[in-house]
Structure formats: structure tokens, C-alpha cells
């Protein structure tokens, strides 16, 4: 009977371990390459800030910006430790600062974030619930709007645009969905969705026309994509 116990117990003790890891949230890193956007990039990182998901960690990128972001960043990185902030030597334009942020993360989980937009605050929760319930899938993202800003002053003061065009690529096939894709890509929001990080490894950034285009056809081919319906990401266009 004792050693029924110590069985009983051994057991009762492995289940709360196994149910603890899979409550654990993974962490998602989230990637902001930025230049010159001093009078932006608070909210951009504010938006990640108040996340209802909290094992966030933030890395920005400055690419040897002129204006105030340096300071910006810095005083952002006091309030907050989940910020790390890289300044480049110099402008190494914006294919090799987006790479950059991705080479200086640790997430489970990947996404970029534009130094001027900014994200609902169950964006990241959401979407790293869905693609933990569909290893299949390989992308997510939310709706995204696009905005005109004309008042540098005033944020709150600004005219919709636009919606982005709601990307889902569910088919088994992946020749099927890279296909899919190319007919229904516009303005392509859907690159600044979460992703596996393990899969974005595998994908390689070219700098050249369209690479964007290339770059989500190729996680298309590993994977499908999700538009969420639920949560959105505003795009600053001015």
C-alpha cells in the first residue's frame, strides 16, 4: 500500500508538471525595425506594452536614425525590460534591418512590427492561441486597416483608408495555396502576422522587387494562413 501511495503520489506530481508546461505561454519576440520615426515609435511599442499577453519580448532595430528615435528608445527600454534596443553604425537599408531583429530575438513565436502602427491589444494572444490549435498552419494575422496621419501633433486625428485584403490559404496542397496566393495578394498586410519561428529560419529575405510577395509564398508553401477576424492592425500611411 505504501508503495501504491508513492505511485499514486509520483503520478499526481508528473500531471501537474505536464499541465504546468502546457499552460506556460510561449514567448513571442516581436521585431521593429525602425528609422527616423521618433514621433511614432512610442506608439508602436506602447501597443505592445498592453498586450494581454504577457511573455512579449520587444527588440527594435534603430538604423542609424537622425532624429530623436535613439532617445526615444532608450527612455522606453527604463520603462519597460522587455525592450532591447540595437543602434546600427549605419544605414544598412530595410531588407538587412528586418533580418536584423529576427537574429536578436528568442521567440517561439516571430513577428515584425512597422515603427508607425500598432496593434489591437488581444492581437498576439489571439494569435498565438490559433496556431497552437493548428500546427498546420504556419501564419497568422489579423485584419488590417490602413490610415492617413497629416497631423504629427495629433495621432487621434487621422482618415481611414482602407481595408487590407483577408488572406486565408487553407488548402492541403501547398503548390495550391502559393497559387492561391499570388491571385489573391494586394496590399500584402499579411506579412506582419505571427509566425513559427523555426519555419522562418527556413525562408530566406531577399532584397528585390516583390520580395515581400516571395517571402510569404514561400511560408505559404510550408504552411497555411489565417486572417483573424477579430483583431486588427492599424497601418499608418501619410
Known sequence: LAQVGKIEEAIASYS????????TKPLVSVGIPTYNR???IKRSINSLINQDYDNIEIVISDNASTDDTSLM???????????????QPTNYGPTRNFKEVLAHSDGEFFMWLPDDDYLDCSYISKCVSFLQENPDYSLACGQTFYFRENNEQDLGEKEFIFEGERLNLWQEKATERVKAYYQQVLDNGVFYGLYRRNQLLRVPMNHTMGGDWLFIASIAFLGKVKTLENVSLKRSRQ
Do not use: D, F, G, M
Open 16 to 23: 501537474q508538471v505536464v499541465k504546468t508546461k502546457l499552460n
Open 38 to 40: 521618433a514621433h511614432l
Open 73 to 87: 528608445c532608450q527612455e522606453l527600454c527604463k520603462q519597460s525590460e522587455r525592450i532591447k534596443y540595437i543602434r
